[in-house]
């Protein structure tokens, strides 16, 4: 079974800044797949920033200029660094895994963003 486990999270105010952090429980290689989900309450999830195996990156159009995706293989860890955020990022922030055809979700981590 592949955990994910996501760490991070917090209150922040506008215009501030925060580094997500997701540890997998197997090892992170070139055929695996990840990704950074968000979910706002009422609101469906969403993707925010997504990196392919060979390091491709993939951006949500409402967060592109505030975000960077990145994986650190050795670590098994996929990061997120948030900056400008604004109220409207508020949400739980979810990892995804693929691979093999299958996926793999965290937990959540909170994003809290005050005016």
């Known amino acids: 079974q592949v955990q994910l486990v996501e760490s991070g999270g917090g209150l922040v105010q506008a215009g501030g800044s925060l580094r997500l952090s997701c540890a997998a429980s197997?090892?992170?290689?070139?055929?695996?797949?990840m990704a950074w989900h968000r979910q706002a309450p009422g609101k469906q999830r969403e993707l925010v920033a997504s990196i392919t195996g060979s390091g491709r990156t993939n951006y949500a159009d409402s967060m592109k200029d505030r975000v960077t995706i990145s994986r650190e293989n050795d670590k098994n860890t996929v990061n997120l660094e948030m900056t400008g955020l604004k109220p409207e990022d508020t949400a739980i922030y979810y990892c995804?895994?693929?691979?093999?055809?299958?996926?793999?979700w965290g937990q959540g981590t909170q994003v809290t963003v005050s005016p």
């Open positions: 197997i090892r992170i290689t070139s055929m695996t797949y």
């Open positions: 995804c895994l693929s691979i093999y055809g299958r996926q793999y």
